[in-house]
């Protein structure tokens, strides 16, 4: 059983159970057992953000170069890591959680979670080696990593009909807001935005996909809606009539029509 790192990466209240020794722990272990030569860097609207991104930065040596490229959803770290050839990704947030908390994921060059196997290797890392102080890692701020993502987005979306359905979109006050007004208008998408704050104090209180009812109370009549969680890795649906639909919904809605259109491989479906 792991120590540190959960289901998905590590999580706690910063300056409480989240402290700056462990992420420079956790950074010296990567840059050790990983040796990555760049990590791109996102999070999402917690005011916490900047404190943990300056402690990656100072866990690392001089050797690594680290690029922050801001708040964006979990969903585009795959992107910038292929398009930008980096090493690792870091995604800062905690996901569903209250405002309070923060934490750090770690994505590979492939856009896919650490394996259970590293996390063992770090954690082993993080138990066997005292912590050496740093010169601190090179840093880049970059603008790019927004512009990467819609880009993909697009073309992923070039055959939808925007007159066939109206929006509405609650955002939890989260990472998702710049990203998907920007897609939805490029899109000519007619759509309403809910809970579209950006200084992550109220990042998923009472909003969001953990409390879909709230967009279910707010969305007009006849349109479809998409709720997210704070960092975006997480959807609920809510159709026409105003009936939610989880990951298992959306699971077999997404094997049917791959089915119909003979692009389920093996008719099988793996979760």
């Known amino acids: ?18 402290s700056k020794e462990l992420i420079h722990q956790v950074c010296q272990a990567v840059e050790d057992v990983i040796s990555p030569g760049s ?23 001089s050797d690594i170069e ?9 969903g585009s770290i795959p992107f910038i890591l292929k398009e930008k050839n980096h090493d690792l990704g870091f995604i800062i947030s ?26 063992f290797s770090l954690e082993e890392s993080i138990e066997n080696n005292p912590l050496k102080k740093k010169d601190g890692a090179v840093v880049q701020r970059s603008n ?22 109206k929006l509405s979109i609650d955002c939890a006050n989260g990472a998702v807001t710049n990203t998907a007004r920007n897609l939805f208008d490029e899109l000519s998408i007619n759509y309403q935005a809910f809970n579209t ?25 006849g349109n479809i809606g998409l709720t997210f969680d704070g960092d975006a890795d997480r959807l609920i649906l809510v159709d026409e009539e105003g009936s939610i639909a ?8 997404l094997a049917k029509y791959f089915n119909q259109n003979n692009m389920l491989e093996g008719n099988t479906v793996v979760t």
Not at 66 to 74: A, C, K
Not at 201 to 215: F, Q
Not at 246 to 253: P, Q, T
Request: glycine residues 10%.
């Open 66 to 74: 680290v690029f922050d490229y801001g708040v964006l959803p979990s």
């Open 197 to 221: 704050g950006s200084d992550g104090s109220d990042i998923n209180k009472d909003c969001g996909a953990t409390t879909p009812s709230s967009l279910v109370n707010s969305m007009d009549s």
């Open 1 to 18: 059983m792991k120590t540190y790192f959960g289901t998905d990466g590590i999580r706690g209240i910063p300056n409480i159970d989240l």
């Open 246 to 253: 989880n990951g298992d919904v959306m699971l077999v809605l």
């Open 144 to 165: 790019e990593g927004e512009e990467l993502y819609l880009k993909n987005l697009l073309n992923l979306s070039k055959d939808i009909q925007p007159d066939q359905f």
């Open 39 to 61: 990590v791109a860097v996102i999070g999402d609207t917690r005011s916490t953000r900047e404190l943990i991104f300056n402690w990656v930065c100072e866990g690392f040596s």
């Open 94 to 119: 905690a996901s569903h959680n209250p405002s309070e908390y923060n934490g750090l994921k770690i994505i590979d060059r492939l856009g896919s979670k650490l394996s259970d196997d590293i996390e």
